[in-house]
C-alpha cells in the first residue's frame, strides 16, 4: 500500500517481535536457548565466510 511505504521499519519489526514472542511463550519454547545455540551454529559455520567480501570492510 502507498500508505505503508513511510511506516518506521522498526515499529514494524517490533510487531514481528512481538509475535515470535508470543509463539515462544505459547509453545514453551526458550528462546533465549535456541537463539545462542543458532548463534553458536552460525559462529562456527560462517568463521571465516565473508573475510573476502569487499562490501563488509
Do not use: I, P, Y
Not at 11 to 18: A, G, K, N, Q, R
Not at 28 to 43: E, H, I, P, S, Y
Amino acid at each position: 500500500k502507498e500508505s505503508d511505504k513511510t511506516k518506521d521499519l522498526g515499529e514494524e519489526l517490533s510487531d514481528v517481535l512481538f509475535v515470535v514472542l508470543c509463539l515462544a511463550n505459547q509453545t514453551g519454547t526458550d528462546l533465549q536457548a535456541a537463539f545462542d545455540k543458532k548463534m553458536n551454529v552460525k559462529r562456527e559455520r560462517d568463521h571465516d565466510r565473508h573475510h573476502g567480501n569487499s562490501k563488509l570492510k
